[in-house]
Nanobody, 121 residues
């Protein structure tokens, strides 16, 4: 079982920056990809950025050039640096991790509780 705890959300003016962090704890055989998703009111949850265990990254088009995802495998953390924020970035941001269970040896997906990011115009 993996627990994910996010931090770093808040209120920021358009053009500002925020850094989200997520710490994974619990038990697993291997922590694979880690990612950030977001869900705005009335919209579906969408992928923002993902980072593989080896550090390879992928971004949603809306995040390219403004957001940067990184992870620390030694600390089991993933971060999302968000710059040039826009009002349309307002959403609840969720940390996501895929891990191989140490008991079942199967892949499981885990979610954090979410952290609110609000960008004012």
């Amino acid at each position: 079982q993996v627990q994910l705890v996010e931090s770093g959300g808040g209120l920021v003016q358009a053009g500002g920056s925020l850094r989200l962090s997520c710490a994974a704890s619990g038990s697993w055989l291997r922590l694979n990809a880690m990612a950030w998703y977001r869900q705005a009111p009335g919209k579906q949850r969408e992928l923002v950025a993902v980072v593989g265990r080896g550090g390879n990254t992928n971004y949603a088009n809306s995040a390219k050039g403004r957001f940067s995802i990184s992870r620390d495998n030694a600390k089991n953390t993933v971060s999302l640096e968000m710059n040039s924020l826009k009002p349309e970035d307002t959403a609840v941001y969720y940390c996501n991790a895929v891990a191989v269970s140490s008991t079942s040896l199967q892949l499981h997906t885990y979610w954090g509780q979410g952290t609110q990011v609000t960008v004012s115009s």
